[in-house]
């Protein structure tokens, strides 16, 4: 599995960005797609994800201020977020996590600069 991530960049408080990550190889019906951030000196966290019945699962520090969309045909995930302050500067890393028989094995895409800064 490789995952390609893009967007991110510099944004206002209160501005809005959207990143976009596409998974190519083999793909699983029970992978659930979705994306992680660190910001410095904290832990990865999670942001939101998405399995493929549709069941989102967002990051506390979210807030209702995010959404998540996922293409199955094309193998994508997408999330919009809106209303960003300065806590949500981190490195956005995508993230695809496959069932196992115990526990999960995570794919991960290159992270991407995300900069909210007035």
């Known amino acids: 599995v490789q995952l390609q991530a893009s967007g991110g960049g510099a944004v206002q408080p209160g501005g809005s960005l959207r990143l976009s990550c596409a998974a190519s190889?083999?793909?699983?019906?029970?992978?659930?797609m979705g994306w992680y951030r660190q910001g410095r000196g904290n832990q990865r966290e999670l942001v939101a994800d998405m399995t493929r019945e549709g069941v989102v699962d967002f990051g506390p520090s979210v807030g209702g201020r995010f959404t998540i969309k996922r293409d199955y045909a094309e193998n994508t995930v997408t999330p919009e977020m809106n209303d960003l302050q300065s806590e949500d500067t981190a490195v956005y890393y995508c993230?695809?996590?496959?069932?196992?028989?115990?526990?999960?094995?995570?794919?991960w895409g290159q992270g991407t600069l995300v900069t909210v800064s007035s």
């Open positions: 993230n695809l996590r496959r069932p196992q028989e115990q526990g999960f094995k995570n794919f």
């Open positions: 190889g083999d793909i699983f019906s029970s992978d659930i």
